[in-house]
């Protein structure tokens, strides 16, 4: 094993490697002339190559197995069929495992390579570039252009750039936008799908909980597997934070959180203490429902959508069903919306016959409607009691973030502010910490026992204590709920060792032994 | 000398040789240019309809489809009716060369009594005779026999290459070379004239590896054979290589592989000839661009043993495709169509 350093981005991982003298990074483009065959003796990249059969979805693969490397011994046609793509890397990744790097000869198009990357092969050619180049085929940002010359070193540049630009994609946790965008070849549209679907619950096992960014750009937006945590969440698992029974539908707000943006800041100001009393939801696409407490929170803090006053039709069934779903669950008996005139298909879909007013921004007395709504409800009801929207925030991250079984070790906490941050307190202990800035809590060590006590987010360590970084090699097991960027805790043999945020999901930790698992949060 | 799994394989790709076909017709019957006595001449070819090779009893070769013309009921009679049609078909050639789906010297595959029935009959027509088989039925006692008849006679066998790895792994031929030396030594203590057929591109072998495959398995032969057929693959039906070559997995030789072929051994002591069969076409040796002058050129440079204007119009041609070819197959460890994979691939995305 000879993999020195690796981090991840769900199935995708940079690092580098090192064989004799040198070392060489990872994904990287194998350079010509790698293989020197000699009859049955084969070298790759100076390594010897023996043969090994894998089992893959109940097909026996040949491989070339090296020192570094994995190297199916097949042809890449299994590409022109998406769905077996998809099906054939995920399983021989399943296999194989994280120790060697997977390379596939013959698959390198750019226009897929960001989708293989994604899938987790780890080394790619300019083969492809050298074959279209010849044939007078140039590689472009915008597709494929023919002109008759011979472009074979310009493709191979093309490849170089996007190995770089993917690289990057890793380590600012971007690659999920890259892969989204680069959309010259269907066959990428058609693997990003697949993945997301059909595959989608593997994926998920090996996504990070938090990504560098979610431009929501298309339909492709509502499988990814953060969005799609989030919306299962507020349609499953979410409660109200309160006894409430009234809630307001508001529409989103390109400034996030959408507390802070003009439109939800002159809602604010009309309604004034009336909002005491109701609960309020934004409506939105891909996320289709933000709670007012979570609109911190990731995704529904940080992402961003193309606002046409458009809807797509899954989207609006998908907004229909999650708003039928969420008055259920929450039993919410006064329902209120105040969505603008391109969200009126809400009203034809729940046959809604009262309380929905239509938005009409700009016009004079435009929240009039809206404010007697409400102060009629409220007047029928008795007087609502003092409320703490900061504790539900809080709470209800917690409940997001970690699940819903924290709630009952967390509602008792008091808040304090202390060094310009808000905390969760048990007496004088912090227990949680809320970062503002990424809409979560952080574990402090005096709350580790509750995650020790409930086997939840535990990162086991051999037996000494950690200081920056914990590598995968110091990791004994692994909570199966956790995921890159998640909160967890440290321990050996249930002795809290630390806190830290993951850096590999609990299928990667345990299947490598490279690679940083766990920050140390000192 | 076998490769249980290979041989399995092709032989689970053959169809049954129970056949419903015209058994007193050869399967098919055609004159053309050949070089038999030295220069070119007119030739007869006919090829019987026979039970076919003894080899398909155990398997075939990766790249043989003959078995798709055989007739497993095909009697002593049947084959005299062929023969008769044969002899009538001679009109105006002297020189024939008779293919069978198998070997002409297998008694299994043609009797003792139709093989004499043929020597006589064709001995006062037929001034040069060129028939095939494997090395096994290359015997003394056969050799003694064919000669007793005085027909002028050149065997032709299949050696398709002088690497042993090759023949057991990629051709399936059941044989060595040895065996072929053997046999080659035998027709030499007889005085008889040896064809040695090589086939270019095996499957499971790059285009370059083809090419010196065939490079060095013409300088192995030189030396028994008084000429020697450079046969580029063609895609015959059922066989191993259809399969491969219908899933992409192989691509017949470029024909600037046949062309270097002939180039490279032109100081060989026997002369090195390539008729191509399927020439520029799908199936068989073909460059990316179609031209269909390569393939006069190479016929006519083997026919008159003139390798000139083929040089000539090879060294002029781009062949920038060819080369960037074969250079990226070598970064492969298995082979492929990698321009077909490249079609289909590119097929689906934003073309400016």
């Known amino acids: 094993m000879v993999i020195k350093s690796q981090s991840f981005f769900a199935y995708s991982r940079i690092g580098s490697y090192n064989h004799g003298e040198s070392s060489y990074d990872f994904p990287f483009i194998v350079p010509v002339g790698s293989f020197i065959r000699n009859n049955d003796d084969l070298r790759f990249m100076d390594e010897e190559c023996s043969i090994k059969n894998v089992n893959v979805r109940n097909r026996e693969i040949k491989i070339l197995e090296t020192e570094n490397f994995f190297i199916p011994m097949t042809t890449p046609f299994f590409l022109k069929r998406s769905k077996q793509t998809v099906n054939f890397i995920i399983d021989l990744k399943k296999e194989i495992g994280y120790e060697k790097l997977l390379y596939i000869p013959g698959v390198s198009d750019p226009y897929l390579i960001p989708h293989l990357f994604s899938l987790g092969v780890d080394a790619f050619d300019t083969i492809n570039a050298s074959v279209e180049g010849s044939h007078g085929v140039l590689y472009t940002m915008m597709g494929r252009l023919n002109n008759g010359m011979d472009h074979s070193p310009e493709n191979a540049e093309f490849i170089h750039n996007i190995i770089f630009l993917i690289k990057n994609g890793v380590d600012s946790l971007t690659l999920m936008e890259m892969v989204e965008r680069w959309n010259i070849s269907s066959k990428g549209r058609e693997i990003l799908r697949i993945l997301e679907e059909s595959r989608g619950g593997d994926f998920e096992e090996v996504y990070p909980r938090t990504t560098g960014s979610v431009i929501a750009g298309g339909l492709e937006s509502l499988e990814r597997p953060d969005i799609l945590r989030f919306n299962s969440y507020v349609t499953g698992d979410y409660k109200k934070s309160n006894d409430l029974e009234t809630v307001l539908f508001l529409p989103c707000a390109a400034r996030k959180p959408y507390s802070q943006s003009r439109s939800h800041q002159a809602i604010f100001e009309a309604l004034g203490s009336l909002r005491k009393h109701i609960n309020e939801v934004i409506v939105t696409s891909p996320i289709t429902l933000v709670p007012r407490e979570l609109e911190e929170t990731y995704p529904p803090g940080f992402y961003d959508i193309p606002v046409t006053g458009n809807w797509f039709l899954e989207e609006k069934e998908n907004i229909v069903n999650s708003i039928e779903m969420f008055i259920q669950n929450n039993q919410y008996k006064n329902v209120i919306f105040f969505l603008p005139e391109d969200m009126s298909f809400i009203k034809e879909k729940l046959n809604i016959d009262q309380n929905f007013i239509i938005w009409k921004k700009g016009e004079s007395g435009e929240f009039d409607t809206l404010r007697e709504t409400i102060s009629e409800i409220v007047s029928r009801e008795r007087d609502g009691q003092k409320r703490d929207f900061l504790k539900e925030k809080l709470v209800s991250i917690a409940q997001y973030q970690f699940g819903p079984w924290i709630k009952p070790f967390i509602s008792g906490l008091r808040i304090n502010r202390m060094f310009n941050q808000f905390m969760l307190v048990e007496g004088n202990k912090p227990y949680f910490v809320y970062n503002e800035r990424l809409g979560k809590l952080t574990i402090h060590r005096n709350a580790a026992h509750i995650f020790v006590e409930q086997n939840r987010f535990l990162v086991e360590i051999d037996n000494f204590k950690p200081t920056a970084n914990i590598y995968s090699m110091g990791v004994l097991n692994c909570t199966e709920d956790i995921r890159q960027e998640d909160e967890v805790v440290i321990h050996h043999g249930g002795e809290i060792r630390g806190t830290g945020i993951s850096k590999m999901s609990h299928q990667i930790m345990l299947k490598t032994k490279k690679g940083i698992a766990v920050k140390v949060r000192n | ?352």
């Not at chain 2, 055609?30 to 001449?41: F, H």
């Not at chain 2, 019987?48 to 075939?60: A, I, K």
């Not at chain 2, 049947?78 to 070997?103: C, P």
């Not at chain 2, 592989?257 to 008729?275: A, G």
Request: proline residues 3%.
């Open chain 2, 1 to 352: 000398m076998i490769n249980r799994d290979l041989a399995r394989e092709v032989k689970s790709l053959m169809p049954s040789r129970e056949r419903d076909t015209d058994r007193n017709s050869p399967v098919s019957m055609w004159n053309e240019m050949d070089r038999l006595r030295g220069t070119p001449e007119e030739t007869t070819v006919v090829i019987l309809r026979t039970r076919g090779c003894s080899w398909y009893d155990f398997s075939s070769c990766s790249m043989c489809g003959y078995f798709n013309d055989v007739n497993t009921n095909i009697s002593v009679d049947n084959l005299k009716v062929q023969i008769d049609r044969a002899y009538d078909f001679m009109e105006r050639t002297r020189i024939l060369k008779i293919f069978t789906s198998g070997s002409f010297l297998d008694q299994r595959e043609v009797p003792e009594e139709a093989f004499n029935y043929f020597m006589k009959k064709m001995s006062d027509k037929v001034e040069k005779l060129l028939v095939e088989s494997r090395t096994e039925y290359v015997t003394d006692k056969i050799m003694k026999k064919v000669k007793s008849y005085g027909v002028d006679t050149r065997i032709a066998i299949g050696v398709e290459s002088s690497n042993d790895y090759v023949i057991k792994n990629m051709v399936n031929k059941g044989t060595t070379f040895s065996k072929f030396i053997n046999a080659a030594k035998i027709l030499k203590n007889n005085k008889m004239e040896l064809r040695s057929y090589l086939l270019l591109k095996p499957p499971y072998m790059s285009e370059e590896g083809g090419v010196q495959d065939a490079i060095q398995s013409v300088k192995d032969c030189a030396p028994y054979s008084d000429d020697i057929s450079v046969n580029p693959m063609n895609i015959q039906k059922n066989t191993l290589v259809e399969k491969l070559w219908k899933k992409g997995e192989y691509r017949p030789p470029w024909l600037w592989s046949v062309v270097r072929v002939l180039l490279e051994t032109q100081n060989v002591k026997s002369d090195v000839i390539s008729y191509p069969t399927g020439g520029d076409r799908e199936r068989g040796a073909h460059n990316d661009d179609r031209n269909q002058e390569v393939v006069k050129l190479i016929f006519n440079a083997s026919l008159n043993q003139d390798f000139r204007d083929l040089e000539d119009y090879y060294n002029r041609a781009d062949k920038r495709k060819y080369m960037a070819h074969l250079k990226n197959e070598e970064c492969l460890p298995i082979q492929y169509d990698l321009d077909s994979f490249i079609r289909k691939i590119s097929a689906g995305s934003v073309k400016i």
